[in-house]
Nanobody, 126 residues
Framework: QVQLVESGGGLVQAGGSLRLSCAAS????????MGWFRQAPGKEREFAAA???????????DYADSVKGRFTISRDNAKNTVYLQMNSLKPEDTAVYYC????????????????WGQGTQVTVSS
């Protein structure tokens, strides 16, 4: 069982930056693929970024085209935490951002993830 708690959301002007954090409880955090998703009002939850340990010595990272070059996902396995650094924010990035975890490889489909946080609101003003 994994519990996830997001933090770091808020209100920012267009062009600004935020860093989201997701703290995980439970064992074997390093064995989980971690993803960030977002959901804007009236829209479906969409994939933003994901990261997994790619044995033996690197990480595999995947980004949605809409955030590539602006967002950076990272993780600190010693702290059981995954981050999402968001730069050059746009009003269309406004959404509730969710952290998710699954065993095995990264995936873009929300249905592939087993554990979810409660979400954190990100609002980008124009």
């Amino acid at each position: 069982q994994v519990q996830l708690v997001e933090s770091g959301g808020g209100l920012v002007q267009a062009g600004g930056s935020l860093r989201l954090s997701c703290a995980a409880s439970g064992r074997s955090f390093s064995s989980y693929a971690m993803g960030w998703f977002r959901q804007a009002p009236g829209k479906e939850r969409e994939f933003a970024a994901a990261i997994m340990w790619d044995y033996p010595s690197t990480y595999y990272i995947d980004y949605a085209d809409s955030v590539k070059g602006r967002f950076t996902i990272s993780r600190d396995n010693a702290k059981n935490t995954v981050y999402l650094q968001m730069n050059s924010l746009k009003p269309e990035d406004t959404a509730v951002y969710y952290c998710a975890a699954r065993r095995g490889a990264t995936a873009r489909g929300a249905d592939n993830y087993d554990y979810w946080g409660q979400g954190t609101q990100v609002t980008v003003s124009s």
